[in-house]
């Protein structure tokens, strides 16, 4: 007589796995938060120096105001949209909006997650605008401020009138 021998889980080895694997997610879940919130944050602290100095830099080789403005649709600016992304764009008529004959220089999407962008300037303007003559900032200092929202540092990138920027840690946003 041939005997079969069957293989597989039972019930209780297949409820012991869940559970093992179910523990070894809760313990890992806010480690990974942690490691995408610091992600994020060196992210958007480079993206938003890089576009500084893009920006900066087209204005003095083009000899056109060059603007950065929140932009969730990556076409026009609307204010306080800088969850969402911004553009930088050659801001030939200096009404500090995207027309559709303006050239585009750069788009990015931020989609932040853990935590929140805004631009805080000397002139409660919502955009940065960096001048035909020299490609420095006048009137547009100030400081972008990424407010964490899942227990990391606060961040301020702070645009100094020469265009030179730093990076500082508030206590409070």
Excluded at 17 to 32: C, E, G, K, Q, V
Excluded at 148 to 165: A, D, E, F, R
Aim: glycine share 4%; aromatic share 8%.
């Amino acid at each position: 007589m041939i005997s079969k021998q069957k293989t597989g889980f039972t019930l209780i080895e297949l409820i012991v796995t869940l559970a093992i694997l179910a523990i070894i997610a809760a313990i890992a879940l806010p480690s990974f938060h942690e490691t995408m919130a610091k992600q994020e944050i060196k992210k958007i602290t480079n993206t938003l120096v890089s576009s500084i100095q893009l920006a900066k830099s087209h204005a003095a080789i083009h000899h056109t105001n060059v603007v950065i403005c929140p932009s969730p649709n990556k076409v026009n600016c609307q204010a306080s949209h800088w969850n969402s992304g911004f553009i930088v764009f050659l801001d030939t008529n200096k009404n500090r909006q995207a027309d559709t004959d303006e050239k585009i220089i750069s788009t990015e999407s931020t989609e932040l997650k853990y935590g929140n962008l805004d631009w805080r300037g000397t002139l409660s303007i919502p955009s940065l605008t960096f001048q035909a003559e020299n490609g420095l900032p006048n009137g547009s200092n100030g400081s972008f401020y990424y407010c964490s929202i899942y227990q990391q540092p606060h961040y301020k990138i702070v645009l100094s009138p020469m265009g030179h920027t730093r990076i500082e840690n508030p206590l409070s946003c």
